[in-house]
């Protein structure tokens, strides 16, 4: 099973994956894509998949977006929902509670199997796909097996996944 990061998407709509892919240009960054700039669902606000390459010869970043119409958005939820549940009652705890209960869409990213320490250079381009999602979507990230970070990377909650 791949490694996956899920944004919580506060908001009805996220940018086209054209402008994701303008950003992290105009970053800097070197990558390839799928679907292509040109092919009109990256133009389009209706995007469902993507794959995101660091390298030629190497397995991308996949991201896959959930909406409400889609069956496992309210999976993804009921999960965290239940690990939620899990913990103690705190301030942090409840204020999980309401980022999920707000929770819109969701983008999930899943990492590659070949991804290694070594591949800084993706572990960089992943840190700006991943702020590209929190900024435009009012997000915040859940990491499998490690818990909840809010706007600025800070760990609200520690908190697995009941999938896993």
């Known amino acids: 099973m791949a490694y996956t990061l899920r944004v919580l998407v506060l908001c009805d709509h996220l940018p086209p994956l054209v402008r994701l892919y303008q950003e992290l240009a105009d970053e800097g960054f070197h990558f390839g894509v799928w679907p292509g700039p040109d092919d009109a669902e990256a133009a389009s606000g209706d995007w469902t998949e993507a794959a995101v390459y660091h390298a030629p010869d190497r397995d991308p970043f996949t991201l896959t977006r959930l909406t409400p119409e889609d069956e496992d958005l309210a999976v993804e939820l009921k999960a965290l929902r239940a690990s939620l549940d899990a913990l103690p009652p705190t301030d942090a705890a409840e204020q999980a509670r309401a980022v999920v209960a707000q929770t819109r869409q969701l ?58």
């Open 107 to 164: 983008v999930r990213v899943s990492l590659p199997r070949d991804l290694t320490e070594a591949d800084e250079g993706a572990w960089t381009l992943l840190d700006a796909i991943l702020h590209f999602f929190v900024w435009h979507g009012n997000g915040y990230v859940h990491a499998d097996h490690d818990g909840l970070y809010d706007h600025d990377g800070r760990l609200l909650v520690t908190l697995s996944h009941p999938a896993d």
